[in-house]
């Protein structure tokens, strides 16, 4: 079980921040009690992190938790992991929200 792998910590009063597994260890807020904000997703995403490397190996410098993503002349940041081309496979997750659906 990988729960414990996680860097869960109140940052300032009523915000909860997760150390990213990937991503340089970037800080991501999971809960910010004064707007009621939730992100679930990104602890289900940093526990399939730690899946991917500690179970299967995966080179942590080869997936990226976040990916700037191009659709016509617009970009925009697409949630979820990618993970690039390693031997002659590439494998694409999407992770997201399911309360936005």
Known sequence: MHLPKLDVYEKSQGKWYIKSHGAGGKEKLLFDENKSQRRPEEIVR?????????????????????????????KKRAEGLTLKKVSKFTFCYGLDNPNVY
Do not use: C, H, W
């Open 46 to 74: 940093q526990l399939f992190l730690f899946e991917l490397t500690d179970n299967y190996g995966y080179p942590i410098e080869k997936i990226k938790a976040e990916e700037s993503v191009s659709f016509g002349r617009e």
